[in-house]
């Protein structure tokens, strides 16, 4: 079974600085997704970035990019010039790409506080 | 578009009674998703339904819960003879294949069970 592991459970950073949030994962596959959720609050979840293990590049969205590193199974989110908007928490989650589940399995999630 | 809906947003119930949870899937997502997700975790998968079918139960699935998606557009959760342990935020999202399979969540449900 796979699993998602987030061991840092709260970060904190300084408005407009960058902010690292790491991920490991543990698969037998070759085909996978992952995924950093935010969910602020309020709790609704939202997508930030995804990623596609065949692809080499590392996605990246605005201020969010990640480093893939598929042979360490290691999936680190940076945000850079943090906002307040960005206090939440994060969760890292994988999904199989070989067919049959296609359920997300999620990390525990960190909390990012942001400060002024 | 107007994004996954949930209804109720929050439930409280006594011990022992039954309770029902919906979701509308965004418009034209043919797959639809449940999660449970309790304090200080991350959202653990319940089931998957592909239109009217369900697919995928997780173990975690006992007997007293079931799910249904009867047309293949909104979906229903009920939870029978409830017990505090069921205490959670109860997560739908829908997914639709072609659109990069992404997970689009709703507010969710929070249920607590006195």
């Known amino acids: 079974a796979q699993t998602v592991t987030q061991s840092q459970p709260e970060m904190s950073v300084q408005e407009a600085e960058t902010v690292t949030l790491s991920c490991t994962y543990d698969?037998?596959?070759?085909?996978?997704?992952l995924f950093w959720y935010k969910q602020p609050p309020s709790r609704q979840m939202i997508l930030v970035i995804r990623?596609?293990?065949?692809?080499?590049q590392n996605a990246t969205e605005n201020r969010f990019s990640v480093n893939f590193q598929k042979a360490a199974k290691s999936f680190s989110l940076k945000i850079s010039d943090s906002q307040l908007g960005d206090a939440a928490m994060y969760f890292c989650?994988?999904?199989?790409?070989?067919?049959?589940?296609?359920?997300?399995?999620f990390g525990k999630g960190m909390k990012l506080t942001v400060n002024p | 578009d107007t994004g996954v809906s949930q209804d109720p947003r929050h439930k409280i119930t006594k011990r022992g009674q039954n309770v029902t949870f919906r979701c509308d899937p965004i418009?034209?997502?043919?797959?639809l998703y449940w999660y449970r997700q309790t304090l200080g975790q991350g959202p653990e998968f319940l089931t998957y339904?592909?239109?009217?079918?369900?697919?995928?139960k997780s173990r975690l699935l006992s007997d007293r819960f079931s799910a249904e998606r009867p047309k293949g557009s909104f979906s229903t959760l009920e939870i029978q003879r409830t017990e505090q342990g069921d205490s959670a935020m109860y997560l739908c999202?829908?997914?639709?294949?072609?659109?990069?399979?992404?997970?689009?969540f709703g507010p969710g449900t929070r249920l607590t069970v006195l």
């Open positions: 339904f592909q239109n009217e079918a369900q697919l995928e």
């Open positions: 698969t037998s596959e070759s085909d996978y997704y």
């Open positions: 989650a994988y999904r199989s790409a070989m067919g049959g589940s296609e359920k997300l399995v």
């Open positions: 999202a829908s997914s639709s294949r072609g659109n990069t399979d992404t997970q689009y």
């Open positions: 418009s034209e997502h043919n797959r």
């Open positions: 990623q596609e293990a065949y692809k080499q």
